[in-house]
T-cell receptor, first 113, second 111 residues
Framework: AQSVAQPEDQVNVAEGNPLTVKCTYS??????LFWYVQYPNRGLQFLLK??????LVKGSYGFEAEFNKSQTSFHLKKPSALVSDSALYFC???????????FGAGTRLTVKP | DAGVTQSPTHLIKTRGQQVTLRCSPK?????VSWYQQALGQGPQFIFQ???????QRGNFPDRFSGHQFPNYSSELNVNALLLGDSALYLC??????????FGPGTRLTVL
């Protein structure tokens, strides 16, 4: 069965600095990988996905993620953080042959002015 | 273009009662998935509906059931509510197995 680990409960960065939110996955087949963001009392908002092809995926709001098959990682990155990026970030994985999408426990990102 | 909508926004029930939550998918989407998000946790997959059939189910008891209508909207029913069913229930829609887009959720509190 597929699973996702987000090793950091919380990430703190200063505004303008680069940010990284880590994610590692486990899946038996080829993975579909996703990043979602959740603001307080809201649903999840899609940021980006990796299906196949280029290992560097660009998404919404300046976010990008790098798929690393050998390290089974899919870390979320942004070159310059904004205070408005402060939110809860979820990594998710789905096996190509499975509709059950598994989410990590989430990482709370705080960007300080 | 309206996104995924869910109703009601909030709901308070007592143990043993039954509840029905509703979801309207994004225009053009034919697949609806339901998730339970307990406080401080990531969403957990309940089941997915496609062509009015349950296509896949997560590790949830039979107290959780669903339905999809011909217009692709969906309902989630939970019977014999337990305190542990208190959570944010999220609906996501997609075009078959493509990217899932989430609604704002229904906050269920069981007293």
């Amino acid at each position: 069965a597929q699973s996702v680990a987000q090793p950091e409960d919380q990430v703190n960065v200063a505004e303008g600095n680069p940010l990284t939110v880590k994610c590692t996955y486990s899946v038996s087949g080829n993975p579909y990988l996703f990043w979602y963001v959740q603001y307080p009392n809201r649903g999840l908002q899609f940021l980006l996905k990796y299906i196949t092809g280029d290992n560097l995926v660009k998404g919404s709001y300046g976010f990008e993620a790098e798929f690393n098959k050998s390290q089974t990682s899919f870390h979320l990155k942004k070159p310059s953080a904004l205070v408005s990026d402060s939110a809860l970030y979820f990594c998710a994985v789905r096996d190509i042959n499975n509709n059950d999408m598994r989410f990590g426990a989430g990482t709370r990102l705080t960007v300080k002015p | 273009d309206a996104g995924v909508t869910q109703s009601p926004t909030h709901l308070i029930k007592t143990r043993g009662q039954q509840v029905t939550l509703r979801c309207s998918p994004k225009s053009g989407h034919d697949t609806v998935s339901w998730y339970q998000q307990a406080l401080g946790q990531g969403p957990q997959f309940i089941f997915q509906y496609y062509e009015e059939e349950e296509r896949q189910r997560g590790n949830f008891p039979d107290r959780f059931s669903g339905h999809q209508f011909p217009n692709y909207s969906s309902e989630l029913n939970v019977n014999a509510l337990l305190l542990g069913d208190s959570a944010l229930y999220l609906c996501a829609s997609s075009s078959s197995t493509d990217t899932q887009y989430f609604g704002p959720g229904t906050r269920l509190t069981v007293l």
